[in-house]
């Protein structure tokens, strides 16, 4: 694996008003890799998402994005170094069609995937083009989500629980969206409750405990980690 660091994190703090959430964060994604960072809930996953666009409140350390640094940048500086923050809540906008939402975000770098191309990858949408955001099943919308990032021309996906609440069959389809982003040169970080949708997709993963990764492996070595993973994940 070519080692071109798409985003490196060197001591990274972070609160939200007094609270100190984040506790000296250090992480690397080199280009082209799913990354997975798995913890309990309240471990900081979410928050070291959120810190990275620039979401929280004050951060300090560093936080390079293809080598230049971002941590004193605006949330819209920080997308336009080709970043997309799919974030839980999935933010669909009810009283627009799935085709309305898609066209909504802005360009922020060359190569966003047109219209046919994201059509061409999540059929149902192209299904649903004209229904309304509210009538899109929890899948659907989820798929939108990701869509409606892809169009802007970011190549480094935030993915924060991603196929919470859907269908079994719903999250074998957005496995297969994230093999497919990757076999087209994605670079993915995903949040996931969910271990076994996030475990046979990652390349490597970091482990949140209280604010801090604690400990980092790679897919090759998810076997010998399982006992330590079954004691801080439960699964």
């Known amino acids: 694996?070519?080692?071109?660091?798409?985003?490196?994190?060197?001591?990274?703090?972070?609160?939200?008003?007094?609270?100190?959430?984040?506790?000296?964060?250090?992480?690397?994604?080199?280009?082209?890799?799913?990354?997975?960072?798995?913890?309990?809930?309240g471990a900081g996953r979410t928050t070291t998402m959120r810190a990275i666009v620039g979401l929280t409140g004050s951060r300090t350390g560093s936080i390079r994005i293809k080598g230049q640094e971002a941590i004193k940048l605006a949330p819209h500086k920080i997308?336009?170094?080709?970043?997309?923050?799919?974030?839980?809540?999935?933010?669909?906008?009810?009283?627009?069609?799935?085709?309305?939402?898609?066209?909504?975000?802005p360009t922020i770098a060359e190569g966003g995937m047109s219209v046919a191309e994201i059509y061409g990858m999540f059929p149902n949408l192209k299904e649903r083009a004209?229904?309304?955001?509210?009538?899109?099943?929890?899948?659907?919308?989820?798929?939108?989500?990701?869509?409606?990032?892809?169009?802007?021309?970011?190549?480094?996906?935030?993915?924060?629980e991603i196929s919470e609440g859907l269908a079994p069959v719903i999250v074998q389809k957005l496995a297969e969206m994230i093999r497919t982003l990757k076999a087209k040169g994605y670079t993915v970080i995903l949040v996931e409750q969910n271990f076994r949708f996030a475990a046979p997709l990652a390349d490597r993963f970091y482990v949140m405990e209280h604010g801090k990764i604690?400990?980092?492996?790679?897919?090759?070595?998810?076997?010998?980690?399982?006992?330590?993973?079954?004691?801080?994940?439960?699964?």
Not at 91 to 101: K, T, V
């Open 1 to 41: 694996m070519a080692a071109n660091e798409f985003l490196k994190i060197d001591n990274l703090h972070a609160w939200y008003g007094e609270s100190h959430v984040l506790h000296g964060v250090n992480l690397t994604v080199n280009e082209g890799e799913v990354v997975s960072i798995l913890g309990r809930n």
């Open 130 to 160: 004209s229904s309304p955001g509210t009538r899109l099943s929890g899948g659907e919308q989820q798929m939108l989500a990701v869509a409606r990032i892809l169009r802007t021309g970011a190549r480094l996906l935030l993915l924060d």
């Open 214 to 235: 604690v400990k980092e492996f790679t897919q090759s070595q998810l076997q010998e980690n399982m006992a330590m993973l079954q004691e801080f994940l439960g699964v």
């Open 79 to 105: 997308a336009r170094l080709g970043l997309g923050y799919c974030p839980e809540e999935r933010g669909i906008f009810a009283s627009l069609s799935a085709e309305e939402n898609l066209m909504l975000p």
